[in-house]
T-cell receptor, first 112, second 111 residues
Framework: DTAVSQTPKYLVTQMGNDKSIKCEQN?????MYWYKQDSKKFLKIMFS???????INETVPNRFSPKSPDKAHLNLHINSLELGDSAVYFC???????????FGSGTRLTVV | GQQVMQIPQYQHVQEGEDFTTYCNSS?????IQWYKQRPGGHPVFLIQ?????EVKKQKRLTFQFGEAKKNSSLHITATQTTDVGTYFC???????????FGQGTTLQVKP
């Protein structure tokens, strides 16, 4: 049983397209995150949700819109994709405020 | 803003040699976490340190949290090829509560 699952694993798309990445966790965790990992492996937080409420929204372009239909799901929709959006996007979750994160296996997004 | 610096960026060692990565924060941390990411994989939580001067061990891995709670280190004794990967520290700011990841140290182990 996968704890934090993301789909798709790979996504290749053209500039200007709109795409979504889905994330689900079956751990019962309260908080979920989206992280972006660039080609230099730097992990940067994008969004954080706690019980469906947005609590962190870092300096991310408006083209990125997270949606949390319930506590177990956090999806990421990206409009008008740009070349610079190419990266690995990780979903993560944690049970409380002082615990380690459980990461999904990542979605490798390539914009051509 | 808060910064978490990690050095070195890369380290190549011969199997059996020791390895250490260092993490330094510009601000005091309430806790620090360590993660390992294998090539092509995702970050996996290793440990969390909370107390000033805390030292924790996991088999050949030793984690330390500085007295001032602004720095940390991960030491691996007698590296093995299975230790290959990128090790990230992530510090939680005492002021903002935000968790900031270091840039990671990528370890290569030659058999």
């Amino acid at each position: 049983d996968t704890a934090v699952s993301q789909t798709p694993k790979y996504l290749v798309t053209q500039m200007g397209n709109d795409k979504s990445i889905k994330c689900e966790q079956n751990l019962g965790h309260d908080t979920m995150y989206w992280y972006k990992q660039d080609s230099k492996k730097f992990l940067k937080i994008m969004f954080s949700y706690n019980n469906k409420e947005l609590i962190i929204n870092e300096t991310v372009p408006n083209r990125f819109s997270p949606k949390s239909p319930d506590k177990a799901h956090l999806n990421l929709h990206i409009n008008s994709l740009e070349l610079g959006d190419s990266a690995v996007y990780f979903c993560a979750s944690r049970p409380g405020t002082e615990n380690g994160y459980t990461f999904g296996s990542g979605t490798r997004l390539t914009v051509v | 803003g808060q910064q978490v610096m990690q050095i070195p960026q890369y380290q190549h060692v011969q199997e059996g040699e020791d390895f250490t990565t260092y993490c330094n924060s510009s601000t005091t941390l309430s806790n620090i976490q360590w993660y390992k990411q294998r090539p092509g994989g995702h970050p996996v939580f290793l440990i969390q340190l909370v107390k000033s001067g805390e030292v924790k061990k996991q088999k050949r891995l030793t984690f330390q949290f500085g007295e001032a709670k602004k720095n940390s280190s991960l030491h691996i004794t007698a590296t093995q090829t299975t230790d290959v990967g990128t090790y990230f520290c992530a510090g939680r700011s005492s002021n903002t509560g935000k968790l900031i990841f270091g840039q990671g140290t990528t370890l290569q182990v030659k058999p």
